[in-house]
């Protein structure tokens, strides 16, 4: 049995030092971000938190890490967040993608062969989609002539794994293009990244793993998680400066929640429940 959605969303202050990451971040997505929010002066959208245990001491950040490095870089202490109940129906976790472009085909292929410790053997689609489907390989990769490789740690072991996956990982991440893809398909990523040198295909992860890895202080790969949030918030446009007044925690939520009440009584609020497009992002 699941369990429905909230009627409202679960907007909370809290203090930075509460969250723990579970991805690495884009650097590249950090520094306009950092320069945005100061000359807005507002969160537009407030990053997903979810709570790493019952006592809601540590909250794990599902998606906005980069909003959460950027105003630490600005100094800040706290931020908003939305609490969400990690799983369904409110939450989804699936995969993206990797899209890598503008390396050298066999200089790509020598780096992913000198990660230590990684076994890689040439397969074919149909088998390495099985393979990974049974979480028997770490990740496969559809190079952009059409051949295949199969990556594979020597144990099943979350951690173990994890940190190959990172080595995998970061023989591109710095050199060439990294672009998210919900694409399997080489031609058909072909047809929107034209220096296309490869596809890495990544499985699908439980919450669980997602939480147990940041327990533990390691992190996935960038570009990696990706969360459907049911009745997700945006456009929340909240003053940065009652984010970094020196009331307590618990002043400045009292303050939310009075700000989340007139919001709501003057009916600026208003719940799409269908798919949408966003052009302004």
Not at 149 to 154: C, F, G, K, M, S
Not at 204 to 227: I, M, Q, S
């Amino acid at each position: 049995m699941t369990t429905p959605l909230p009627e409202s969303p679960d907007l909370r202050i809290l203090a930075l030092d509460a969250l723990m990451e579970h991805e690495y971040n884009d650097d590249q997505r950090t520094a306009p971000l950092v320069r945005r929010l100061q000359v807005e002066g507002i969160l537009k959208n407030p990053p997903i938190v979810a709570p790493l245990d019952a006592r809601q001491e540590k909250f794990v950040v599902l998606d906005g890490a980069n909003r959460c490095t950027a105003l630490e870089q600005l100094g800040y202490t706290a931020i908003l967040a939305q609490v969400v109940r990690y799983g369904p129906p409110q939450v989804i976790l699936s995969t993206w993608h990797h899209a890598v472009t503008g390396l050298d085909p066999e200089a790509f292929t020598r780096a992913l062969h000198s990660v230590d410790g990684l076994e890689l053997h040439p397969t074919d689609p149909l088998s390495a989609r099985a393979d990974l489907a049974r979480r028997d390989l770490i990740a496969y990769v559809l190079r952009a002539d059409g051949s295949v490789l199969a990556a594979r740690a020597p144990a099943h072991n979350l951690h173990l794994q994890n940190r190959l996956l990172n080595a995998l990982v970061d023989t591109y991440k710095l050199h060439g293009g990294l672009h998210r893809t919900i694409s399997t398909d080489v031609n058909e990523s072909r047809a929107v990244y034209p220096d296309l040198t490869a596809l890495v295909i990544f499985p699908n992860y439980e919450p669980a793993e997602v939480l147990a890895l940041a327990r533990d202080g390691e992190l996935l790969p960038p570009g990696l998680t990706r969360h459907l949030i049911q009745g997700r918030v945006l456009r929340v446009n909240f003053p940065l400066s009652e984010l970094r007044s020196e009331e307590t925690l618990e002043a400045k939520n009292a303050r939310l929640e009075r700000w989340m009440q007139a919001k709501f009584a003057e009916r600026d609020v208003r719940f799409y429940g269908e798919s949408t497009f966003l052009f302004d992002e």
